[in-house]
């Protein structure tokens, strides 16, 4: 469960995973995003390695993906790793 939100439906459904992305986001305080703005990565330092924070692009950890109540497929945020 993440922020009250059941990825996992169904016990015999594809579970959602954590994965390491760069995420596109206008500002750094979201929870989740479409899954349009997210590019998986192998792991931390490649997602540290393709950020651009300048045009809004930062290394995560993210959990998905899970369909919204709307049909949009989502990614919850779990950390964002912005480097001030």
């Known amino acids: 469960m993440v922020n ?5 439906p169904h016990p015999r459904a594809n579970f959602a995973k954590e994965m390491f992305a760069v995420v596109r986001i206008p500002r750094v305080k979201r929870d989740r995003v479409p899954a349009a703005s997210v590019q998986i990565v192998a792991d931390l330092p490649a997602a540290k390695a393709q950020s651009d924070p300048k045009n809004h692009r930062y ?11 709307e049909g ?6 779990l950390e964002i790793y912005n480097e001030k």
Request: proline residues 9%; without cysteine; hydrophobic residues 35%.
């Open 72 to 77: 949009t497929m989502l990614y919850y945020l």
């Open 59 to 69: 290394p995560a950890k993210v959990v998905g993906p899970a369909r919204s109540s």
């Open 4 to 8: 009250g939100y059941s990825l996992d």
